[in-house]
């Protein structure tokens, strides 16, 4: 089920392991949404940061995949907003950008809180499934 752009009242209730992926570029945000709808989430795909501000409340994410570069807000001021709601302040976010290489991916890792990360784009399916496993706390079931 790809929820691609849907109004907040359009949200699952009860959706079962709801992520929100915050990305602008469509190609990038149907390929997470396929990779994660095999890995048995269920996706939420918002095209831009209030898009994104406006779902929190109502989706209850498990985890947030965010871009950084997007077209309103940039990734650094939906991660304030985020953080600053009591009801999403613990959420995991992955932050996904083309602007960094492996190096500095790795170093920026090593120096961030345990709800927090960052994956370069490109990216690989496993990698995906490996960042968020280690934010999740849990092994996912190989697809």
């Known amino acids: ?5 849907s109004p907040a009242s359009e949200i699952d209730p009860k959706p ?6 915050v990305e ?8 997470l949404v396929r990779h994660l709808t095999k890995a048995g989430f269920t996706p939420y795909l918002a095209p831009d940061g209030q898009t994104a501000i406006g779902w ?9 995949l965010l871009d950084i570069t997007l077209p309103d807000l940039d990734g650094s001021e939906v991660f304030s907003r985020i953080r600053a709601n009591r009801s999403t302040e613990r959420t995991p976010v992955i932050f996904i950008t083309g602007l960094v290489g492996p190096d500095e991916e790795e170093a920026l890792n090593r120096n961030t809180d345990e709800n927090k990360c960052y994956m370069g784009k490109p990216f690989t399916r496993d990698k ?12 996912l079931p190989a697809v």
Request: aromatic share 0%; net charge neutral; proline share 8%.
């Open 128 to 139: 995906l499934l490996s960042c968020i496993s280690r934010m999740l706390g849990e092994e």
């Open 56 to 64: 929190l409340a109502t989706l209850k994410p498990v985890l947030v």
């Open 1 to 5: 089920m790809n929820h691609s752009s």
């Open 16 to 21: 079962a392991r709801p992520i929100l992926v």
């Open 24 to 31: 602008d570029n469509p190609g990038v945000g149907q390929l």
